[in-house]
């Protein structure tokens, strides 16, 4: 269970957005400890489908569906998923209790990666600042967390600043760049890519807990 920490979500990110764009976008994310993970980000129909290094060098794959509001983690080596639910996570980035951010539009824009995005400024309740440069068309974002272990690190304020419709190009903490899509294609996307493989079985953790001495 250990490598499920690798695809844990910040619960704070979810942001409902529905785009015609379809493909895959590459990104970098660099954590606390300097490492950089690449990920692979792939939309489609409001699906997303997210794909990062995994433990023992293997991949870690996790699938989520917003209209549905359920994720599904693969586990390659036992050939299982295990289906979690999103709606806990929801309900946090729509609560009014959540910490609060301050978003500036600086009207300064930039292409990255063939995709022009605008630069704001985000400002949390700590007084943590954050440039995040937003692109609109690129689907449904969901920020993927590497545990702490090389990935990107807990997003606390910033992806106010996405708002709906909104993806996050780059995002820079001082001088230090957190997440960077280096790649965006657009394309049609296997349907197959979104959904457990047909020779997996589900996890049912209800059962392993009962288990249990």
Same mark, same amino acid.
Request: glycine letters at 12%; a neutral charge; proline letters at 4%.
């Given at each position: 269970?250990?490598?499920?920490?690798? /695809?844990? #979500?910040? &619960? @704070?990110?979810?942001?409902?957005?529905?785009?015609?764009?379809? *493909?895959?976008?590459?990104? !970098?994310? $660099?954590?606390?400890?300097?490492?950089?993970?690449?990920?692979?980000?792939?939309?489609?129909?409001?699906?997303?489908?997210?794909?990062?290094?995994?433990?023992?060098?293997?991949?870690?794959?996790?699938?989520?569906?917003?209209?549905?509001?359920?994720? /599904?983690? #693969?586990? &390659? @080596?036992?050939?299982?998923?295990?289906?979690?639910?999103?709606? *806990?996570?929801?309900?946090? !980035?729509? $609560?009014?209790?959540?910490?609060?951010?301050?978003?500036?539009?600086?009207?300064?824009?930039?292409?990255?990666?063939?995709?022009?995005?605008?630069?704001?400024?985000?400002?949390?309740?700590?007084?943590?600042?954050?440039?995040?440069?937003?692109?609109?068309?690129?689907?449904?974002?969901?920020?993927?967390?590497?545990?702490?272990?090389?990935?990107?690190?807990?997003?606390?304020?910033?992806?106010?600043?996405?708002?709906?419709?909104?993806?996050?190009?780059?995002?820079?903490?001082?001088?230090?760049?957190?997440?960077?899509?280096?790649?965006?294609?657009?394309?049609?996307?296997?349907?197959?890519?979104?959904?457990?493989?047909?020779?997996?079985?589900?996890?049912?953790?209800?059962?392993?807990?009962?288990?249990?001495?």
């Amino acid at each position: 269970m250990a490598r499920v920490v690798l /695809l844990a #979500l910040t &619960a @704070a990110s979810v942001v409902q957005a529905q785009s015609a764009f379809e *493909g895959t976008l590459s990104m !970098a994310l $660099s954590g606390d400890n300097g490492r950089s993970t690449d990920v692979t980000y792939m939309v489609k129909d409001g699906k997303i489908r997210v794909e990062m290094p995994g433990g023992r060098g293997g991949m870690g794959v996790m699938i989520m569906d917003v209209a549905e509001k359920k994720m /599904l983690i #693969l586990m &390659a @080596a036992q050939k299982m998923y295990m289906e979690q639910s999103m709606a *806990g996570a929801m309900a946090v !980035a729509q $609560s009014a209790n959540r910490p609060k951010a301050t978003v500036t539009r600086t009207g300064r824009t930039e292409s990255i990666a063939g995709q022009v995005c605008e630069h704001v400024t985000v400002t949390e309740e700590g007084g943590r600042s954050s440039d995040v440069c937003v692109a609109k068309g690129l689907g449904a974002f969901q920020m993927p967390s590497a545990g702490g272990r090389g990935g990107a690190p807990q997003a606390q304020g910033w992806e106010d600043a996405v708002g709906e419709g909104g993806f996050p190009l780059k995002v820079q903490q001082g001088d230090k760049v957190v997440m960077l899509v280096t790649a965006i294609e657009k394309k049609a996307m296997d349907a197959a890519l979104f959904a457990p493989p047909a020779d997996y079985e589900k996890m049912d953790m209800g059962a392993m807990m009962r288990k249990r001495p």
